[in-house]
C-alpha cells in the first residue's frame, strides 16, 4: 500500500511563493516518475512538473517553467514542487502522483495520488 499526503497549499499574493510537499509511506517509489499535476475549476487535470526515474531530468510545463521546481529528498521520502511568482492563474488543486515508468502527461499512467492540497493567489 501506498500513500501519498500533500501539504503546504494555502492563499497567497500574487509575486509570492508557496512550497508544497508530497510525503509518502509504503513501498519504495525510486523505480517511478514523480509528478505534479494541478486541476482548476472546470479545467482538466494537468501535468505541472515532473521528475524522471532514470536520470533525475525534470519537465515543467511551459506555463510554470522558471517559476516551479520539483525536488525530492530521498531520506524523507518526501517530494517538493517550490513555486515562486505565483499568479492568479496558477490556482487549482495541486496533485502528487507517482507510479508511472517514465514522465508521462496522462493522468492514467499514474498509479497512486495524493488527495489534493489547495493553492489560492489572489489580493
Excluded at 499526503?5 to 514523480?34: D, F, H, M
Excluded at 482538466?44 to 531530468?57: A, I, K, M
Excluded at 516551479?68 to 517538493?80: E, H, M, P, Q
Amino acid at each position: 500500500q501506498v500513500q501519498l499526503v500533500e501539504s503546504g497549499g494555502g492563499l497567497v499574493q500574487p509575486g509570492g511563493s508557496l512550497r508544497l510537499s508530497c510525503a509518502t509511506s509504503g513501498k519504495a517509489l525510486n523505480y517511478y516518475a514523480i509528478a505534479w499535476f494541478r486541476q482548476a475549476p472546470g479545467k482538466e487535470r494537468e501535468r505541472v512538473s515532473c521528475l524522471s526515474n532514470s536520470d533525475d531530468s525534470t519537465t515543467d510545463a511551459d506555463s510554470v517553467t522558471g517559476r516551479f521546481t520539483i525536488s525530492r529528498d530521498n531520506a524523507k521520502r518526501t517530494y517538493y514542487l517550490q513555486m515562486n511568482s505565483l499568479e492568479p492563474e496558477d490556482t487549482a488543486v495541486y496533485y502528487c502522483a507517482v507510479g508511472a515508468l517514465y514522465c508521462s502527461i496522462d493522468i492514467s499512467h499514474y498509479v497512486w495520488w495524493g488527495q489534493g492540497t489547495q493553492v489560492t493567489v489572489s489580493s
